[in-house]
């Protein structure tokens, strides 16, 4: 069967190396710590706010927590980015999004301090990942994949990768990532012509489009690495990625890998998130 | 043969949209002004220098240029910059680049003010560009792709494309208006991999990577749409294109296309140029 790219070893490692970095930043007085920012109470974000705070407390971090109502005016959030801003005991911030709709969510986004912006939602973190800028961070999830094929030896120069979907959160930015790392990178989305015709000629599919089992066998070839980002859940409310896991995974072959889900990337998308903290608690120091 | 993409007929399109705009803004006592910065006299620079002005004077727009030696300082950048940027009577900026190695380019770029960055240098536009955020502007020639493929009549959405280069002033640019516009982009370059095997399946492919008659024919299929962005000279001093054109242009056949050079799209540069300073003359009307 496939080799199961699971998040838990990938998250472990990363783990391993932030240990000494924060002792390293306690021995100086400096606790590293994640603001999270949430408008309203969807299940989904107190769920992952819940997760993530978890995570924070096993690693050493603290978390200060910022709630806002779902009818908060967007005076009401800016102040609050403003203070998070100015607050050199916060070190990253994590908003929770979609904002309601009364709000312009561009320009809170890019009201956070880029140094801060550890989940890259501001302009300045989308052109520091279009352009190599040096600034803010890429979002986390972009991330968690090029740490969970970095981890797995999957060699990424001259590879080509097709990535399913073309968000601003995850298929543009990993896309943008593994163009740095020297990939032959093809952005596929709704609007694509046979994207099966894509994907099987890849050596890496990311699929990123948020729509549950979308992608069955047909989408895929022996001997590939796929990254399954989705996080959904299926008619009878199981979790589920955007691969329809039972039927692909015979397809990949021994030689194939693939990242399940649950217990694929969503973990080390948290981690990689508290990494971005403990990232900007150094720098904060130089 | 392949029908002949010249940028004559896509120039003149634009300036015929371009002078009723001009003479209202006339009209209201403003004439569009682009300020030209150039820091050396490198003769690519001069040379493209004597175009845009030629270009302007004609469609009836003012050019201030800011000149410096090539051992200024970089505070006597910024200084012009900042002059450029609070001065309501310039609406656009074109800086020739690079700038000299003992100048941050990525500071001196994000200085200039977004509502004048008409080539689209700075983090702001470059995050426009990447993530539709509807600042600043795409660069001139990643637009003058888009210009030639729309006055042709060539579609764009739902097609294979495929961009050779990945340059911040047009590879990475080019494919991300073109993904907004729903081809499906892939992005390849030298460390790619058999790029003639990607390119010869593509609908169209866009030519970015500044090497001399670098694509011979085996590169290109029958009935494909080739731009080629390359502007060159050969070893025999002659302007030339990415593409080998002579080689090249009997495999599109009758029903492909193919941008010439010179005579294709760098005059559309530079007609968009002008146009995106009459767009932010007209911006700052409102």
């Known amino acids: ?146 740490e969970t094929l970095d981890f797995y030896g999957i060699p990424v120069k001259g590879k080509r990768v097709v990535v399913l979907g073309r968000s601003l959160v995850i298929g543009r930015p990993v896309a943008m990532m593994l163009l740095a790392r020297h990939a032959t990178v093809t952005l596929a989305h709704s609007r694509t012509e046979d994207a099966a015709a894509h994907t099987r000629e890849a050596d890496i599919v990311v699929c990123a489009t948020g729509r549950a089992r979308a992608f069955g066998p047909e989408y895929f070839a022996p001997g590939q690495t796929v990254l399954d980002v989705g996080i959904n859940f299926d008619e009878a409310g199981n979790l589920c990625g955007d691969v329809d896991f039972d039927a692909v995974e015979p397809v990949l072959g021994p030689e194939g890998a693939i990242t399940p889900v649950p217990r694929g990337l969503g973990g080390v998308t948290t981690t990689v998130t508290m990494a971005h903290v403990v990232q900007a608690a150094e720098a904060g120091q130089r």
Not at 65 to 91: K, M, S, T, Y
């Open 1 to 146: 069967m496939a080799k199961l790219l699971t998040g838990k070893e990938v998250s472990a490692a990363l783990a391993d190396d932030l240990a000494p970095r924060i002792e390293r930043l306690s021995a100086v007085g400096v606790t590293p710590t994640l603001a999270i920012v949430r408008v309203g109470v969807r299940p989904d974000d107190l769920s992952y706010e819940r997760t993530a705070c978890k995570r924070a407390e096993a690693l050493g971090l603290a978390v200060r927590r910022f709630e806002l109502p779902a009818d908060a005016p967007q005076g009401e959030l800016e102040a609050v980015i403003d203070a998070v801003n100015a607050d050199d005991g916060i070190h990253g911030c994590l908003m929770f999004r979609p904002l309601p709709p009364s709000m312009d969510e561009r320009a809170v986004c890019d009201r956070l301090a880029p140094e801060k912006d550890i989940d890259g939602i501001g302009s300045a973190s989308l052109a520091g990942v279009f352009a190599d800028t040096g600034e803010g961070f890429p979002p986390a999830t972009a991330r968690a994949c090029l």
